[in-house]
């Protein structure tokens, strides 16, 4: 794996664990008995903890990226070898 695949595979990772822990913990003005008024939406969060995810989601993607590259590199799952070309 090269160093380009692995930061891609990385960023995938993030992604999709960012995309995972966001909703987690949120509380909505209108569950929090907030009236947001003219223009609000009643199901935008109070208090998102944007810090907190971003950290917790960079933690979570690093374990499940550290443990991907170990079973890549020492290939404890073999995968099929792909055609050269697709016809």
Do not use: N
């Not at 909703?23 to 008024?37: F, N, Q």
């Not at 499940?64 to 050269?84: D, G, N, R, T």
């Amino acid at each position: 794996m090269t160093i380009f695949t692995a930061i891609c595979i990385y960023l995938t990772i993030w992604w999709t664990v960012l995309f995972s822990i966001l909703p987690l913990g949120v509380v909505t003005h209108a569950e929090a008995g907030i009236d947001k008024g003219d223009g609000g939406d009643p199901g935008a969060p109070v208090d998102p903890k944007l810090k907190r995810k971003f950290i917790t989601t960079t933690i979570v993607a690093t374990i499940v990226w550290a443990i991907l590259l170990v079973v890549v590199q020492f290939k404890l799952v073999h995968l099929p070898e792909l055609p050269a070309s697709w016809r």
